[in-house]
């Protein structure tokens, strides 16, 4: 039986490098078709699991961000890709949102007990509204990758790349356990262990891409950032609805 489980562990080893592989090919084709670009700065590698302990001590450390952000979405299913861009921000306990200003309107806001996701732009008079899980991040990257990262994924990567002329580490991560995706790209500035891009693959093929600059660490942030107050005319939708 020793013998079966060791050739299973293999396997599975062997298995999940593959999906590593394949999740950066992937995802260096989808920046391709969203207009991304990654420049190496040199071969030489580092070790991705110290780089993403490192980041995990520097976001313990945090009890607030925000940053300035262009997100890049591309729909498989439709080879489309959507940008946009705005400021984020985030706080502990379990508090973020993202504002956007292009298109206008547009909110994310989590505020500590659910996920308000509001697309203006498309559906104005819809707001999807959504129980907060404990155990995910969510749209808060940064607590999704960086809380306990080391239990949670398979970590390879390390190779140093140019994002918007800070040289970072790329770190591949592939979950250990199933999540709503099926694996991500971080780069992580090692000057400073922040992340300064992000690149999430869902089981479809779509890809969230988000990049990060003007990050202010430790900011006065609103109260009222974290709340989202539905507009008159709006439907809340989901699994709470309007209940209060």
Request: charged share 25%.
């Amino acid at each position: 039986m020793t013998g079966v489980a060791t050739g299973v562990t293999q396997e599975r080893q062997v298995c999940r490098g593959r999906i590593s592989s394949m999740l950066a090919r992937r995802l260096f084709l989808a920046f391709a078709a969203c207009g991304l670009a990654v420049v190496p700065a040199t071969a030489q590698a580092v070790d991705p699991s110290a780089v993403v302990a490192e980041a995990a001590e520097r976001y313990a450390e945090l009890s607030s961000l925000c940053a300035d952000f262009e997100q890049d979405l591309y729909t498989a299913v439709l080879d489309r890709s959507r940008t946009s861009a705005g400021r984020l921000c985030q706080a502990t306990p379990n508090l973020f949102a993202m504002e956007f200003s292009d298109p206008h309107g547009d909110r994310i806001v989590v505020d500590g007990a659910d996920a308000w996701v509001w697309y203006r732009s498309i559906n104005p008079e819809t707001v999807l509204r959504v129980p907060l899980d404990p155990a995910s991040g969510g749209f808060d990257f940064y607590r999704e990758f960086l809380h306990e990262p080391l239990s949670k994924y398979r970590i390879a990567g390390g190779s140093t790349e140019e994002v918007d002329d800070v040289v970072t580490v790329r770190v591949d991560l592939v979950p250990l356990e199933p999540r709503e995706y099926v694996g991500a790209l971080v780069w992580i500035d090692p000057a400073t262990d922040l992340i300064r891009r992000i690149a999430i693959e869902d089981a479809n093929g779509s890809v969230r891409t988000v990049t990060l600059t003007n990050i202010e660490l430790e900011p006065a942030i609103a109260p009222q950032t974290f709340v989202f107050e539905v507009p008159a005319g709006v439907t809340v939708t989901g699994p709470r609805g309007g209940e209060r």
